[in-house]
């Protein structure tokens, strides 16, 4: 039997899985709080958990996906570790700039979506490349 092992990818996956069950329970912990089974409830802060969670629920998976293609494919430790140091703070940011939004620009939010558009950008030419 041929073992595969990814550690540097394992290391994000753990992160980002801590980052998602935080996020579920804030949506668990919104719910509770205004007695709400489902949705929003037409709760702004309710919407803004949502998406918190679900967003990260949309863009990790991918780039995960490609950091282990990545680093089965022989690409640097290095390069794995700026992309999931970019993905896991990026997602910490968005997080961030969406619950704890402010009148203005939000810099989180918009650097959270940037690093992680960077990282799957980036991963998948650099595995067309490889």
Request: hydrophobic letters at 55%; glycine letters at 10%; charged letters at 10%.
């Amino acid at each position: 039997m041929n073992l595969v092992s990814l550690p540097i990818t394992a290391i994000y996956a753990a992160l980002s899985a801590f980052l998602v069950i935080a996020l579920a329970a804030n949506v668990v912990r919104f719910r509770l709080s205004k007695h709400v089974s489902l949705g929003d409830g037409g709760h702004k802060e309710g919407s803004r958990a949502i998406r918190a969670h679900g967003n990260t629920v949309e863009y990790v998976p991918l780039a995960l996906i490609l950091m282990a293609l990545l680093e089965l494919n022989g690409a640097s430790d290095t390069a794995l570790h700026i992309y999931g140091i970019l993905l896991v703070g990026g997602r910490l940011l968005y997080s961030y700039g969406l619950l704890f939004p402010k009148p203005s620009a939000n810099l989180p939010r918009q650097l959270g979506v940037l690093s992680s558009w960077i990282v799957i950008v980036a991963a998948g030419v650099q595995l067309l490349i490889i």
